[in-house]
């Protein structure tokens, strides 16, 4: 079954860091480009941040660039999304995909794409 899980949020004060997880079952991320969305209540849906497949080559959107990081651990079938700085308006659930792709500074998915559950992402005084 393939399946992605995403792990690592919480609740965090403003300026404060996270770590998130993204950890595949079922396949092998090396072989899937992968990104990193986000979504808030009330709010569309918000690309982060792609990791490609091979070099690994990294995209990120104009609202995270600087304090996000993205990278893969391929022994490990792990994707990670380090996020310095963090600012109340980060607060959405995070989500991971695969078949992620940037086009224009647009993040787009493929129709087939897998999705995790998402974890919370809290940040408030």
């Known amino acids: 079954q393939v399946q992605l899980v995403e792990s690592g949020g919480g609740l965090v004060q403003p300026g404060g860091s996270l770590r998130l997880s993204c950890v595949a079952s079922g396949f092998t991320l090396d072989y899937y480009a992968i990104g990193w969305f986000r979504q808030a209540p009330g709010k569309a849906l918000e690309g982060l941040s792609c990791?490609?497949?091979?070099?690994?080559?990294?995209t990120y959107s104009d609202s995270v660039k600087g304090r996000f990081t993205i990278s893969r651990e391929n022994g490990k079938n792990t994707v990670y999304l380090q996020m310095n700085s963090l600012k109340p308006e980060d607060t959405a659930v995070y989500l991971c995909a695969t078949d992620c792709t940037v086009v224009g500074g647009t993040f787009n998915l493929h129709e087939f794409s897998s999705w995790g559950q998402g974890t919370q992402v809290t940040v408030s005084s």
């Open positions: 990791i490609s497949i091979g070099d690994g080559s990294t």
